[in-house]
């Protein structure tokens, strides 16, 4: 079943693009997507060169994030290196990064080497071969942008608990591109590590819906600072501040109708 999965992914990404060949297989798998946008974000997201940075709660997140850019097939992702030789179609929009030396620290990460060994072989490099590969990803993402490309980055790593890691300052500083680029903020909600069993449409309709929420593009010649390590702090707060202002407002949404009958109960109280 897996394979003939892959085979459709890989079909629908040759014939029409990464971002269709997502939204496919979410329809596929009976996921609903919900994307919180307007109008200048789409222009942007499907006109001109950028970054996109977005959190990493789970895996299903790539799937989610490229489904809510539509009609763009010049967009890349920089991710982990073992997605890659999944499917020939899909690396060719794939820009790996090498952090296998971090992901065996733990038990989980280990659990995941041995489950991605099932699909192709992983090569095992050196701490130092790992770091010269992924100057080289950053490179070829800068590349891409000056190109007029979308790279969709994940500055976190998929750790909420630390720093963004400083690759997407090396990215943004190296963009020639200043008065044209730009980075846009996504916040991705609803996925999970439960979202293998999408595999299974009937299960995929009990799941929660998947929700991609676009912030106002930020000019990258505004975000530039005078090392990437401090390019990648100044975006961090600017993102930090945004889910802040967002989460804020989600909760004052939820909560909008005890409000208001708080408020009619004290000004129509005798």
Known sequence: MIRGIIQEIDKNIRENGITWGMQKLLKRSNTKLVIKTNPKIIEVLEKYPGVVVANHPAEADVVAILAAIEKRKD?????NSNVKNVSSSLDNHLIPVYINKKIKQSWSGRLKLKIWGCFHKIPDYSQE???????????????????????????????????????????????????????????????SHFDYLRLFPLLGKFLPKFKVSFAKPLMINQLKKSSPKETTKYLETKYGNWINSFNLWINVSKNYLWLRMLFLFFITKP
């Open 129 to 191: 071969e790992e770091h010269q590969k992924n100057i080289e990803s950053i490179n070829l993402a800068i590349e891409k942008v000056n190109q007029g490309a979308l790279v969709i980055i994940f500055p976190d790593g998929g750790n909420k608990k630390s720093y963004w890691l400083s690759g997407v300052g090396h990215l943004i500083n190296g963009i020639k591109l200043k008065n044209k680029s730009f980075v846009t903020r996504a916040y991705i909600e609803g996925t």
């Open 75 to 79: 967009v890349y992702l920089i991710i």
